[in-house]
């Protein structure tokens, strides 16, 4: 017998009749993941459960190096059966990590199976699995309604054809919603050489002759508009640091000349070129009421060998810290708002020594237009903090210092099409928390504000704030 049952994370009675009577079965909101429109729309079916958890999955990667696994049954030649058995003996070394118990949720919601995984049972539940995947429904599409998906939102370059997500909105017989964000990492490029690629390529893509830093702007907004059409309503930012500079009109238009011919800036030139292109940016955003998101903190491709070896995405990042946070996020909020640039933002903090910094920065920005509660929102846990303690410390953080009711909820920030559990995983942890303050006579039991609280932040508040 195993372990996941409706009171799994959950150790109260409050709690559990939330999870149960108005958490665990509402629709998903995936507003922002690394699925492939493209995969979506082909829709072909994995072959066997080692594909389907296994590939691209830098989270399981991680974790097996650590677990002294060689590179060989990791992202090397060996065969899947290998390859399942070296992740099951991880799996069983993984008490108190997220892994453990996303691997059981998934076993449980996709494949009926409520054994647990270690080096003991890998065989029997590889079987089982792939018995289940060889009769039919994982395909791509299949697994997102069996989740309950309603919309997902992907991460797209802003010079991408947008393609296949035209397509699938062109396809009648599939009612999810699969949208693109508009991702600008080229934008932000500090390689003069790749920036000026970028914008020849633009040119070539917007035959906007793209001479001064306006040109710039009115070939980004072409591109802008382009994902508009295609049903974009999110951009995605992900900056190593915030970092904040305000220069003159002129210097900015000489510095974007001096990167787009191919010459390298210096460092506070840099910040002060992308200072500008972000509050550019958020201007385009807020005219087509868009929200921007912000995942920052993040440094990446630390391991110099494995990078060459392997590339990007591939586990071997972590978190960054930040000398002048905070002044740099109020000041870059602050210009967007003086310019009347600032959109719906989410910020999203990898840190999680930031959260208050974060969380009071917020505070700052919000108001009352066009009717949007908590319109500066302080996204949920992110990467290395989609934890229980991570998560906790968001949602009690957003408690303290803003309005939990008001908060968008949980996304998966995932490649995986089985990775829905994630949802239900927040799900569990809020209801435990909110149950928990219940029970400790820390806030009333009425249910039917607890019932809009819950309701609110597993999935109308999303309805609302992104306007799909």
């Known amino acids: 017998m195993g372990f996941i049952s409706d009171r799994f994370m959950i150790g109260n009675e409050v709690g559990a009749r939330l999870y149960l009577d108005i958490a665990k079965d509402l629709p998903i909101i995936d507003y922002h993941c690394h699925l492939d429109a493209k995969d979506i729309y082909e829709n072909k079916s994995i072959e066997n459960i080692t594909q389907l958890w296994l590939a691209g999955d830098h989270y399981k990667w991680r974790a097996m190096r650590a677990n002294g696994i060689d590179e060989y049954y990791i992202t090397g030649d060996a065969t899947d059966e290998e390859k399942f058995k070296a992740w099951a003996e991880t799996v069983e070394a993984a008490f108190g990590n997220p892994l453990y118990h996303w691997t059981h949720l998934e076993l449980n919601k996709y494949f009926a199976c409520d054994e647990t995984l270690d080096s003991q049972s890998w065989q029997r539940i590889m079987m089982h699995c792939n018995r289940h995947i060889k009769e039919g429904g994982f395909t791509p599409r299949q697994l997102m309604a069996r989740s309950g998906v309603e919309v997902i939102c992907t991460t797209d370059a802003p010079l991408d054809s947008l393609e296949y997500h035209r397509l699938l909105q062109q396809d009648d017989t599939f009612p999810i919603k699969v949208l693109p964000t508009f991702r600008p990492d080229d934008v932000f490029n500090e390689d003069p050489q790749q920036f000026k690629a970028f914008v020849a390529r633009l040119t070539q893509q917007t035959d906007i002759n793209i001479a001064t830093f306006k040109d710039f702007s009115d070939a980004i907004e072409k591109r802008v508009e382009w994902f508009h059409e295609a ?158 303690r991570g998560m906790e410390n968001q949602l009690i953080t957003l408690a303290e210092q803003g309005l939990l009711m008001n908060f968008i909820g949980m996304l998966t920030d995932s490649r995986s099409f089985v990775s ?49």
């Open 231 to 388: 049903g974009c309503r999110i951009s995605d930012h992900g900056p190593v640091n915030i970092d904040y500079r305000t220069a003159e009109p002129a210097w900015i238009n000489q510095l974007f000349m001096r990167k787009a011919a191919g010459e390298p800036l210096s460092i506070i030139e840099n910040v002060e070129l992308n200072s500008a292109l972000f509050v550019m940016l958020a201007g385009h955003y807020k005219a087509r009421e868009w929200a921007m998101q912000i995942h920052f903190g993040a440094i990446r491709n630390n391991n110099s060998q494995m990078h060459q070896r392997i590339g990007i995405n591939s586990g071997f990042d972590s978190i960054n810290d930040q000398s002048g946070l905070a002044a740099s996020l109020n000041q870059l909020l602050d210009a967007m708002n003086r310019a009347g640039s600032l959109p719906r933002t989410i910020l999203y903090n990898l840190n999680a020594s930031y959260n208050d910094v974060v969380a009071t920065t917020i505070a700052n920005f919000q108001h009352g237009e066009k009717g949007v509660k908590s319109p500066i929102q302080f996204g949920s846990g992110w990467w290395f903090n989609d934890t229980r």
């Open 420 to 468: 829905y559990t994630r949802h239900d995983y927040f799900r569990r942890i809020l209801c435990n928390l909110i149950g928990g303050w219940v029970e400790k006579g820390e806030i009333p039991d009425n249910r039917e504000i607890l019932t809009r609280m819950i309701r609110n932040i597993c999935h109308d508040n999303a309805c609302r704030y992104f306007r799909f």
